[in-house]
């Protein structure tokens, strides 16, 4: 069974940096890592989730929410079955849970659509203060 879990959330002021990682185990031999891409949501209290940065299969494209372009750069390490988020100048409206997602082979998840996306970690917290 598939596991995906988040980690490196926590406190940072307005303008600084947190590293979030996302760690997965348990892929069948014939549905390996690299047969999804990967992607990083976020939810804020009382708002919907939306998709922050995804990257493909390769890792070779990356692709990423207008709010966070230039500033957030997601990467993968397939040999690890891991995946990041780099987060710089941060901004208080970006407090709230961040979540890790895995999206099949042949989906459309560039559009960072939550609903493509299948397996799911349970989110670590970030909070920015102003």
């Known amino acids: 069974q598939v596991h995906v879990e988040e980690s490196g959330g926590g406190s940072a002021p307005a303008g600084g940096s947190l590293r979030l990682s996302c760690t997965t185990s348990?892929?069948?031999?014939?549905?390996?890592?690299?047969?999804?891409?990967m992607g990083w949501f976020r939810q804020a209290p009382g708002k919907k989730r939306e998709g922050v940065a995804g990257?493909?299969?390769?890792?070779?494209?990356?692709y990423y929410a207008d709010a966070v372009d230039g500033r957030f750069t997601i990467s993968r390490n397939n040999a690890k079955n891991m995946v990041y988020l780099q987060m710089n100048s941060l901004k208080p409206a970006e407090t709230g849970m961040y979540y890790c997602?895995?999206?099949?082979?042949?989906?459309?998840?560039?559009?960072?659509?939550?609903?493509?996306?299948?397996?799911w970690g349970q989110g670590t917290q970030v909070t920015v203060s102003s």
């Open positions: 348990g892929w069948p031999l014939d549905d390996p890592f690299d047969d999804y891409a």
């Open positions: 997602a895995a999206a099949p082979f042949g989906t459309r998840w560039r559009g960072l659509d939550p609903g493509v996306f299948t397996h």
């Open positions: 990257v493909s299969f390769s890792g070779e494209s990356q």
